[in-house]
């Protein structure tokens, strides 16, 4: 057998001012200030030095990125292709996945269309390396068609900075 409530609608009670409080609204500012979390550190940003994406075939940097004042991008990107010809005359791979030279690290990833080089101030950890592989298939995927444009034209323009930075840092934690 099924019981019937019992209770009554009283109109008069359903609106109680003791339930309800006020709130102030804020500008933008005072907004922002309660809601944005000090930021954290990036995980790798002590010792990143540079990153460069390259285009392969020509070995032409299509991207940069620095957190130090570098002179000379193509230097870097000659310095890479210089090296991976002498790996490839002296031994069985074409790649040169890691360097450490003077002071500094290189964590370097290749695909079919690009290559990516990290340099750091010290060796890169496990988590770091799989990090710049994954970046390297991200972006491959992402910007096939702007790498088969360059290509054709050779013009790095097609490359926006400002929306490649945030996925470099964001993968990459930097």
Not at 101 to 129: H, N, R, T, W
Not at 136 to 147: P, Q, W
Request: charged share 30%.
């Amino acid at each position: 057998m099924k019981e019937i409530s019992t209770y009554k609608f009283e109109e008069d009670k359903s609106y109680s001012p003791k339930n309800f409080c006020t709130f102030d609204l804020l500008d933008v500012l005072e907004h922002d200030k309660l809601v944005s979390a000090p930021e954290k550190e990036s995980t790798y940003s002590k010792i990143f030095r540079n990153l460069m994406i390259i285009e392969t075939e020509s070995g032409i940097p299509v991207f940069s990125y620095s957190s130090e004042r570098v002179k000379d991008q193509i230097l870097f990107s000659g310095f890479l292709s210089a090296m991976d010809e002498f790996v490839s005359q002296i031994g069985e791979s074409t790649a040169l996945k890691e360097i450490k030279y003077k002071g500094f690290y290189v964590q370097a990833a290749y695909g079919k269309f690009i290559k990516l080089a990290l340099f750091l101030s010290e060796a890169a950890d496990k988590s770091l390396k799989e990090q710049v592989d994954f970046l390297l298939n991200y972006l491959e995927k992402k910007y096939k068609e702007e790498i088969e444009q360059f290509r054709k034209t050779g013009e790095t323009s097609i490359f926006k900075d400002k929306e490649i930075l945030p996925i470099v840092k964001h993968f990459l934690n930097i």
